[in-house]
């Protein structure tokens, strides 16, 4: 550990944890600082007579968080009964000729990898077991997806996704696409990249934040399959007729639709027992009646443009909502 990290090596410790029955986990814990900030390594071993196994959590965040993941993780193995296989090869250096199981890794020698890169976050254990290879629906999410994994070819895992928990397309500005997920934001060519459909974003497990802004684009149903979603920007093309969409997102705290105008959408009834809401800003220039959001108990921010001859009373009389704007005119 000295050697990889010197005068970063903030602490180490070894210990031992009650695993499933009478099995016991061997931990090693240390943490590195780099860059003004620390990172944390928890590496757990689980030893048995036709196995061995390894774990090991790296968090740029929380060493609890850390250790609560890969331990957790390592108390969930169970022996599958075959004779285990010793496959790879021998690593040299970094003590590696001190380390009795030569088939694991060095928990120290990972450091300095880890150290310059994102650290993953941990699949969860049901996601693990059923881990497949994404089947792209669409040619231009794989391009976004891809360029963002930096992973131009090979097989792109459905848990490869599971550590990302927001999407960025922003299509409107000239020559090029904006794109990002996590805190990974970059820009890539336009020419030649077409999105037609939404589907491969039900890849993502984990997602609770998406931006997607691209004009000309009108199917936005396969959206209504994001459950985890809480923040939703989106500027598509004004041909968009329905909010039905939203029907499939129990979650969503913020909805911004104030990019473009949407005058073929007459219905809003969606946004009925949508309770989690607690900022709505959209342009629905056919709509005539906004009473819907006078029945949500935390939606606190609403901005509309509707209709001229639209009834505000009853958002008026909604207390809940303190920053209230209609029509360009802010009420309150």
């Known amino acids: 550990a000295e050697e990889v990290l010197g005068n970063n090596l903030e602490a180490i410790d070894f210990y031992t944890k009650q695993g499933n029955g009478e099995s016991t986990i061997y931990v090693v814990e240390f943490a590195g600082s780099q860059m003004d900030g620390s990172w944390y390594v928890t590496v757990c071993y689980c030893f048995g007579d036709n196995y061995m196994a390894e774990f090991i959590g790296v968090n740029p965040y929380s060493a609890a968080d850390c250790r609560e993941i890969t331990i957790g993780s390592a108390r969930s193995f169970r022996e599958l009964g075959k004779a285990g296989q010793r496959e790879g090869v021998k690593a040299q250096g970094m003590g590696q000729e001190n380390w009795p199981y030569p088939y694991l890794h060095n928990p120290f020698a990972i450091v300095a990898y880890y150290m310059d890169a994102e650290a993953p976050h941990f699949p969860s254990l049901e996601r693990s077991a059923s881990d497949y290879e994404i089947k792209w629906k669409d040619k231009g999410i794989e391009t976004i997806v891809r360029a963002l994994l930096e992973k131009d070819s090979g097989p792109v895992m459905s848990s490869d996704l ?14 090029f696409y904006r794109i990002g997920m996590g805190d990974r934001m970059m820009e890539i060519p336009s020419d030649g990249l077409t999105i037609r459909t939404l589907e491969d ?13 691209v004009r000309d684009f009108t199917d936005v149903s396969p959206l209504s399959g994001l459950k985890k979603l809480k923040y939703l920007n989106l500027m598509v093309s004004p041909k968009l007729s329905n909010l039905d969409f939203l029907n499939g997102m129990p979650q969503l705290e913020e909805l911004m639709m104030w990019g473009e105008s949407y005058p073929e959408i007459k219905d809003i009834s969606v946004f009925q027992g949508m309770d989690s809401l607690r900022s709505v800003m959209i342009i629905l220039p056919g709509i005539k009646d906004i009473s819907v959001f006078a029945g949500l108990p935390n939606l606190e921010t609403l901005w509309i443009n509707c209709h001229k001859n639209v009834d505000a009373a009853p958002v008026i009389a909604a207390g809940q909502i303190k920053n209230l704007m209609i029509n360009t005119e802010e009420i309150r």
């Open 162 to 175: 599971d550590r990302y928990e927001s999407f960025y397309v922003v299509g409107w500005l000239g020559d």
């Open 201 to 213: 974003l039900q890849e993502f497990a984990n997602l609770v934040s998406l931006t997607f802004e």
